[in-house]
């Protein structure tokens, strides 16, 4: 494993490195590095994804969206389950799969990345359950690989 896909932004809580992205934005490749006892909130992808454990463990939470989707800004969504990725482990999306991620660990965890279109362009969302609100995902911070 490369030394350089550890690591990650404290603000953001974990450290995304690209190691492809389609000229066309068709696909991208990429590890993500969850920061000890740091995760992201639930989020969408709008497109389909794999993921596969490479160091670590990260806990994926998958949330299922209880209402229609016709509120402007407005999710209600609920667990539905837990899945821990260990290495070799891996999980799949579809497009409107909705989960977050937590690595409660103090070291930290490694995941490999492949979505059929890269995040940047798919206007995805993410969600914060307590407010039931929903937004515009933020643009994440990533170096190359
Ligand atoms: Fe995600």
């Known amino acids: 494993m490369q030394p350089s896909y550890y690591g990650g932004s404290k603000e953001q809580g974990f450290g995304v490195t690209i190691l492809y992205e389609g000229t066309d934005y068709e696909i991208l490749v990429e590890t993500v590095c969850w920061l000890p ?28 969206r209880k209402d229609d989707g016709v509120k402007l800004g407005y999710a209600g969504l609920e667990v539905r389950n837990d899945v821990m990725l260990t290495c070799g482990q891996t999980r799949t999306f579809m497009p409107d799969n909705i989960h977050s991620v937590r690595n409660e660990r ?40």
Not at 43 to 56: A, M, P, R, S, Y
Not at 131 to 139: E, G
Request: proline share 6%.
């Open 106 to 145: 103090d070291t930290s965890a490694l995941s490999l990345h492949v979505y059929g279109r890269n995040l940047s362009q798919t206007g995805r969302f993410e969600f914060d359950p307590a407010s039931k609100a929903v937004k515009p995902c933020p643009t994440r911070e990533r170096s190359k690989g």
């Open 37 to 64: 006892g740091r995760g992201v909130t639930p989020n969408g992808h709008k497109n389909w994804g794999v993921v596969v454990g490479l160091d670590g463990m990260e806990t994926n939470i998958n949330w299922h």
